[in-house]
């Protein structure tokens, strides 16, 4: 695998993990979903929609990275721990 598309790759992973449990913690504080035993059928699961959100804005993120793969090397070096993070409250908080 070329250095670049590594890059790349682990942008793109690091972002959506990111972005996943962002989106999960702010959609269970600020818009609370109703309870699954009291709706008989949903139009949409809120899981799935959050899952793309994060793998649209990842594959964004990824191109961006492989286009400036020194810059997203530094970048990637500081996100670890902040990713790490926001997985570990979404996590704990709500799960």
Do not use: K, N
Request: hydrophobic letters at 65%; charged letters at 10%.
């Amino acid at each position: 695998m070329p250095p670049r598309l590594g890059i790349a790759l682990a942008a793109g992973c690091t972002g959506a993990a990111l972005l996943y449990s962002l989106l999960r913690i702010v959609q269970a504080v600020l818009l609370p979903e109703p309870d699954p035993a009291t709706v008989l059928w949903s139009e949409h699961s809120g899981f799935f929609w959050r899952a793309w959100i994060a793998a649209y804005a990842a594959g964004a993120l990824a191109f961006v990275a492989w286009l400036f793969p020194d810059r997203a090397l530094r970048l990637l070096a500081r996100a670890v721990m902040p990713v790490a993070i926001a997985v570990a409250v979404q996590a704990a908080l709500v799960p």
